[in-house]
């Protein structure tokens, strides 16, 4: 199994600037595509931006220019830096990984992605 731990919400001014970390433990071999989703209250979860392993990033059309996803394999973390944030960003921030499939180095990895609890973002206008 993997756990992710977010961190680095908070509250901030439109046009002010965060970033966003997530660290993920257990069976990181396993680790794949990571990535950023954000639910906003009385809306679905919406993928904001991922990474896979090598490869490169994909966002929602809403945050492009703005935000940066970016990881750092060695100390098994993701980041998601955002700039230029708007009311509209206020949401529940979740970290994702998803696995590659089957079994490496004896490691059994996981069948179904793993989500941190969530981190709050809040921008005020």
């Known amino acids: 199994q993997v756990q992710l731990v977010e961190s680095g919400g908070g509250m901030v001014q439109a046009g002010g600037s965060l970033r966003l970390s997530c660290r993920a433990s257990?069976?990181?071999?396993?680790?794949?595509?990571m990535g950023w989703y954000r639910q906003a209250p009385g809306k679905e979860r919406e993928l904001v931006a991922e990474?896979?392993?090598?490869?490169?990033?994909d966002y929602a059309d809403s945050v492009k220019g703005r935000f940066a996803i970016s990881r750092d394999n060695a100390k098994n973390m993701v980041y998601l830096q955002m700039h230029s944030l708007k009311p509209e960003d206020t949401a529940v921030y979740y970290c994702?990984?998803?696995?590659?499939?089957?079994?490496?180095?004896?490691?059994?990895?996981?069948?179904?992605?793993?989500w941190g609890l969530g981190t709050q973002v809040t921008v005020s206008s």
């Open positions: 994702n990984a998803e696995f590659t499939q089957g079994t490496i180095l004896s490691t059994v990895c996981p069948d179904e992605p793993s």
């Open positions: 257990g069976d990181t071999i396993c680790v794949s595509n």
């Open positions: 990474l896979p392993d090598g490869g490169r990033a």
